[in-house]
């Protein structure tokens, strides 16, 4: 799989996860995360290259796409990704929540979603 793919396999399996949690779907949701960490994984396989093409996802139409990504990203590209969760977490919603819990894991140095 090229990395492209890898990034849109993230990205349709973090917008069909929220879209199952929307419809209180906790078993389809489960399974798109699972295939979405697979996609994180393969991607974090690839070292820096891997977290630049995940990187793209900082600017996707959906606030839960971009927060997810950022919280991924938050070590690697540190002053954008928390300014993408910084708006997730003001607009409201389910990403909001994983917004603000985020960032407070990245403040108190807990976070560690992307061990070097």
Known sequence: MTLEELVEQFARNVAAQTDAIHRGDSRTGNKHAKQYTAALQALRAQGDTGRDALAVLLKHPRTDVRAMAAAFLLRYRTAEAKAVL???????????????????????????????
Not at 86 to 98: F, L, Q, R
Not at 108 to 115: E, I, R, Y
Request: glycine share 12%; no cysteine.
């Open 86 to 116: 910084e708006a997730a977490a003001n607009e409201g919603g389910v990403s909001a929540i994983g917004a603000i819990m985020t960032l407070r894991r990245w403040k108190d140095g807990t976070w560690a979603l992307d061990p070097e």
